[in-house]
């Protein structure tokens, strides 16, 4: 099947250049990245983020019956 | 499926609904043995999870000794010591009956006991009077300085406060703790502003029915004098709160949090009295000067009821130099702090609500599915008791619950609930 215009795939224009500029950065979970980066004077925000139920598989499935 | 979601929702939102509803009032201040028929010679309320003398840290144990000799059931500290090792005495917690206590929580017959009334649904709940600052029994203090404290407790100040509460018929609370909240108290580390108020709204009265200019005077400089008289208060006002929320079929609200310096424990709604407990962690705090790290007890008391009602840690932005004084970083992190926990509650507060957070209400209501979810424990400010028995209060910081004590309260819901 070929891509139409109508496609999300498909780029309509080009994206900012990430090699003309500093990097602006949004770290996820794990904030030692977010530490490194700003250490180096990067731009970067934290977002706190981990795995629900710390990872726990049967936790999680626990959750998923438990939510309303 | 659906039902067991529609059995859950609908009992969250009673349990929200019955919290938000309360109206607590303060009418008395009357003995413990009148207030808790049971608590009758040999009977030891504490604070937190049931616990054995054995398992008691020191200050817990401190404080059972002091309160022994208190009540004349031992002439002496080690002689009260070998009675609670012989096993002379029964150990319970504060909040089997309806009662808490701060710290070591140390509830017996004699103690004047402050009377908090819920008027939405009709049931009391108890705390003993807060003893001011220094060493002091509920951080492990049993001295004769101590016990001569609780006397005057006990003979003057309890029976004159519940005078003048019957002449006034009470305090209404809900309206006094969000003016606090306004002033800049979060009810756990910081009552000053409560303090003040309650101390306003009693003087006159104190003062039209306690005869003795001499008496009256110390009263009121005791009351003056103690920045944190409120936090007994707030916390009879939390249990009065949380305890028509209990036995809520599926309902996933916490009703208690509390720890006995051994265990963390918390109750939850749809779980009955049950507790679910894990090993307490220990504060993160600043000490008091000569005093460090080494010396602190871990986490004790039933002051967590605050926080169980959306107040202490979790009214956090409404106390920016609260933060500072237990550690908890910088006045500007107070605000993430409250944001933080109120992605573990189920509903904010209208009533008691935040200037500094555009009147945002107190986070409130404890869903353990958020907690376990999210991974996000709550937030509490405390006292720091010192570890060995007799020395009392060594600094303030904050402390974790322990993530465990959800963990396995939601395995026994899904359990309750069908589930697993």
């Known amino acids: ?68 | 499926m659906s039902d067991i979601r529609q059995v859950l929702r609908e009992a969250n939102a009673e349990a929200v609904h019955r919290m938000l509803a309360a109206e607590p009032v303060l009418i008395d201040v009357v003995a413990a043995a009148d207030a808790i028929p049971e608590l009758g010679e040999g009977m030891i309320l504490h604070a937190g999870p049931p616990i054995s003398w054995e398992r008691m840290c020191g200050p817990m144990r401190g404080a059972v000794a002091g309160i022994a000799v208190f009540e004349g059931w031992a002439n002496d500290l080690d002689a009260a010591a070998a009675l609670a090792a012989r096993g002379a005495f029964q150990f319970r917690p504060n909040h089997d009956f309806a009662a808490v206590g701060p710290m070591t929580g140390m509830t017996t017959a004699s103690q004047p006991v402050m009377v908090v009334e819920n008027q939405a649904s009709g049931n009391r709940a108890f705390c003993t009077i807060n003893e001011g600052l220094g060493k002091v029994m509920r951080f492990g203090g049993n001295d004769a300085s101590v016990l001569t404290r609780l006397a005057w407790l006990r003979d003057v100040l309890g029976p004159a406060l519940g005078t003048a509460l019957r002449s006034i018929e009470g305090i209404e609370l809900k309206s006094l703790v969000a003016r606090g909240l306004t002033m800049g108290d979060e009810m756990h580390q910081r009552n000053v502003a409560c303090s003040s108020l309650l101390l306003r709204s009693l003087a006159a009265a104190l003062a039209n029915t306690c005869g003795d200019r001499a008496i009256l005077t110390t009263i009121l400089s005791f009351i003056a004098s103690n920045d944190q008289f409120f936090l007994n208060i707030a916390m009879a006002m939390g249990k009065a709160i949380t305890d028509p929320v209990r036995d809520i079929k599926g309902a996933s609200v916490v009703t208690a949090m509390s720890r006995n310096g051994t265990d963390f424990g918390i109750r939850v709604s749809g779980l009955g009295d049950e507790w679910f407990t894990a090993p307490v962690e220990m504060p993160d705090g600043l000490y008091f000067p000569g005093f460090s790290a080494v010396d602190a007890n871990p986490d004790m008391g039933d002051s967590t009821i605050v926080e169980t009602i959306g107040l202490g840690g979790f009214a956090m932005a409404a106390a920016p130099a609260v933060a500072g004084f237990v550690g908890a970083g910088a006045p500007s992190d107070a605000a993430h702090i409250t944001h933080t926990m109120r992605e573990i509650t189920l509903a904010e507060n209208p009533e008691w609500t935040i200037p500094a957070l555009d009147y945002q209400g107190v986070p409130t209501a404890i869903d353990i599915r958020r907690v376990v979810e999210t991974g996000i424990a709550p937030m509490i400010n405390t006292g720091i008791a010192h570890r060995e028995p007799g020395v009392g209060q060594v600094g303030a910081g904050v402390v974790r619950a322990p993530l465990a004590c959800f963990e396995s309260a939601l395995w026994a819901l899904g359990k309750r609930l069908g589930v697993t």
């Open chain 1, 1 to 68: 099947m070929s891509k139409t215009s109508e496609s999300p795939l498909v780029v309509k224009a080009k994206p900012a250049s990430l090699i003309q500029g500093s990097p602006r950065v949004v770290n996820v979970g794990l904030s030692g990245f977010a530490e490194a980066l700003a250490a180096q004077g990067v731009a970067v925000i934290q977002v706190d983020w981990s795995p629900p139920a710390r990872g726990d598989a049967d936790l999680a499935t626990l959750l998923s019956k438990l939510s309303d």
